[in-house]
């Protein structure tokens, strides 16, 4: 009986410094696995604080991306608004100027021989004018559509090469002329056209103002103010 006891109390020990080894193993293991734990949440705070910190640095380099970018772009809308006013702005002097100084065309111009043309008249768009060319050939008082300082005319007729006094086909001529005021003279370019073309622009054609046309031949007629 004592024996048995003496077994029990054994095996009582046994089981008792057993347990308590598996609890310290136990202890020291979930020890072990807290610590890792904690040094894996306390990575995964700094690498979260350094992603935060990036993502701040990228939203400030942004930041001042795009107010580089309104920059330029503000930079970019003001100069060409300036170009475009400057333009603007010179292209009306330019107007304005001309505008201001067609009375210093008012007057007769000469090539230096007998030939005259003589400016009226210049408003509203339009420009009056006479032209005496060749002795005989002289044009009464013209009006015509006036822009950019030109304005354009046609005529036509016969020229009788055999003095027969007769039309032919032959003979037949069309011309058209540019009347251009520069800035001390006025220039004339005649040049050969067609009646189909002087067709298309039936109110510019002036045969019926001047007589001896067929003396206009083509050309560039330069005139300065007469003196």
Known sequence: MEEKNVTKIRLSTFFLIFSILVIIVMGIFIFKLYNEKNEEVKKSAELQTQVN????????????INNISETINSTE??????????TATAESNKTETLKTDYSKYFGTWSD???????????GNDLITFTWFIYRTASIDDVELPFKDNKAVFYYHGYDDKNFNSKDEDDEFYCRKATVEL???????????????????NMSLDKTDLFGGGVYIQPGQYDFTMKK
């Not at 910190?53 to 001042?64: D, F, G, R, T």
């Not at 003001?78 to 475009?84: H, I, V």
């Open 53 to 64: 910190s990036l993502n701040s640095i990228v939203a400030n380099l942004q930041e001042k």
């Open 112 to 122: 230096g021989t007998e030939n005259e043309f003589t400016v009226k008249n210049i």
């Open 182 to 200: 520069k800035e001390n003279s006025i220039s004339i370019k005649v040049e050969n056209s067609t009646l189909a073309e002087s067709n298309k």
């Open 77 to 86: 809308k003001t100069t060409n608004e300036l170009s475009t006013t400057e």
